[in-house]
């Protein structure tokens, strides 16, 4: 199904898949000097607006997830990946647990600190949330500088368990944010957007 294209993956599209993502390219909308001047905001709502297109969605990610070698838990990352994440986990029979931002978990929580876009911010997980050892797929909307998802891949390997992947309906591409993950990281985006 996969195949390794330079330093890409790929998979090759039947014309269902090739329509669906289409469709889900096509309510992707672009604002522009937001949330400030510089940034090219991608905007994933429309997805959300079209229930036959947020399904397109799911079904594309749970092709890819179904594509890795094994995915023990999802999870999602605050706050976009909750709209996708256990949408993915039902389907794929597997649970879900939430990185969220500091102060938003009760109980004990391991943290992670990160830079993205525009600021500083910090990311937690409930300590108990991933058994140990477990293979832990990452989702969220969109990956562009990495500094998020990387922050998370961090996390999730100081609680135990090991990044099978990580998925996104978005990759800004010409950003390179997936250099800044940890080596060995598998990055999977339904959209690769390769200029601003």
């Known amino acids: 199904f996969f195949h390794k294209h330079s330093h890409f993956l790929a998979f090759k599209m ?4 090739e329509a669906r993502l289409q469709r889900i390219k096509s309510a992707l909308v672009d604002y522009p000097d937001f949330p400030k001047p510089g940034i090219v905001f991608k905007d994933i709502m429309g997805i959300l607006a079209s229930p036959s297109i947020f399904a ?11 594509g890795l070698p094994q995915v023990d838990l999802v999870v999602g ?9 256990p949408c ?7 649970g879900f647990a ?14 992670e600190s990160y830079t993205k876009e525009y600021g500083q911010d910090r990311f937690e997980i409930q300590a108990n949330a991933v058994p140990p050892g477990a293979q832990v797929m990452l989702v969220d909307d969109l990956v562009a ?16 368990g090991n990044v099978t992947g990580c998925l996104v309906v978005v990759e800004l591409s010409f950003l390179n ?11 999977k985006s339904l959209v690769c957007i390769d200029s601003e």
């Open 14 to 17: 039947s014309a269902e898949q």
């Open 145 to 160: 500088l990495g500094g998020t998802m990387a922050a998370a891949v961090r996390l999730i390997q100081r609680v135990g």
């Open 177 to 187: 944010g997936r250099a800044r993950l940890p080596e060995g990281t598998l990055l």
């Open 77 to 85: 990352l605050e706050s976009r990946g909750f709209l996708f994440g």
């Open 88 to 94: 993915i986990a039902q389907r794929l029979g597997v």
């Open 56 to 66: 397109d969605t799911i079904d594309s990610m749970v092709d890819i997830a179904k």
């Open 98 to 111: 939430p990185i969220r931002k500091a102060g938003k978990l009760p109980g004990r929580v391991e943290s």
